[in-house]
């Protein structure tokens, strides 16, 4: 089946620095994939749509200067975190959707990166 | 836009028994219900879906119904295993976008 990477699985940095979340599609080409954060007990919570090729698509209420997506493959999208900080401690989720599999189905979720700003 | 709830946030159960969960969405365009298992620390991973022409679709322990006019779908889990505990999401979409409910935490007691 349709597998995503996801890397790292966990990152701690200090607080003004950036991160880099990566999220490949290991075995299909995605021309979308999905960037969601999930703060402790809660929901997923969508923040922008990465779209191959061009300028990705910023949920209501996610900062796009803070949350740098580039979605430069069909197999590779990235997610900076910029000058991060505590608040910004959270699971980041990506998501790809396999189009051989046809409608909205065939949603392949990575495993998550924790990260934590001290 | 598409607002989804899910009930309960928790439920436990004896091993064996049966355990369900419900969600309400608020678009009726929306055509597409997945199911999803979370464990701790992971990414969630797809237990079963449903699209909107359908009523209900089971596969062996696991089924989900969709009542489109009511606008709720349930997730059935039956014969419960202490391996299904971890924290089931619902979602629904009709774009691109899956919108996740809030989530459940099941725990099945041996």
């Known amino acids: 089946g349709a597998v995503v990477s996801q890397h790292p699985s966990w990152v701690i940095c200090k607080s003004g620095t950036s991160v880099k979340i990566e999220c490949r599609s290991l075995d299909f080409q995605a021309t979308t994939m999905f960037w969601y954060r999930q703060f402790p007990k809660q929901s997923l919570m969508l923040m922008a749509t990465?779209?191959?090729?061009?300028?990705?698509?910023?949920e209501q209420g996610v900062e796009k200067d803070k949350f740098l997506i580039n979605h430069a493959s069909l197999t590779l999208s990235t997610l900076t975190v910029t000058s991060a900080h505590p608040e910004d401690s959270s699971f980041y989720i990506c998501?790809?959707?396999?189009?051989?599999?046809?409608?909205?189905?065939?949603?392949?979720f990575g495993s998550g990166t924790r990260l934590t700003v001290v | 836009g598409e607002n989804v709830e899910q009930h309960p946030s928790t439920l436990s159960v004896q091993e064996g028994d049966s355990a369900v969960i419900k969600c309400t969405y608020s678009?009726?365009?929306?055509?597409?219900f997945p199911w999803y298992k979370q464990e701790l620390g992971k990414g969630p991973q797809l237990i079963i879906d449903?699209?909107?022409?359908?009523g209900e679709k089971k596969d062996q322990r696991i089924a989900v119904t969709l009542n489109k006019t009511a606008k709720h779908f349930s997730l059935h889990i039956t014969e419960t295993q202490p391996e299904d505990s971890a924290v089931y999401f619902c979602a629904a979409s009709n774009t691109d976008k899956l919108i996740f409910g809030t989530g459940t935490r099941l725990q099945v007691f041996p």
């Open positions: 678009d009726s365009a929306s055509n597409y």
């Open positions: 449903i699209r909107s022409n359908v």
């Open positions: 990465s779209n191959e090729g061009s300028k990705a698509t910023y």
């Open positions: 998501s790809a959707r396999d189009p051989a599999q046809g409608g909205y189905s065939g949603y392949t």
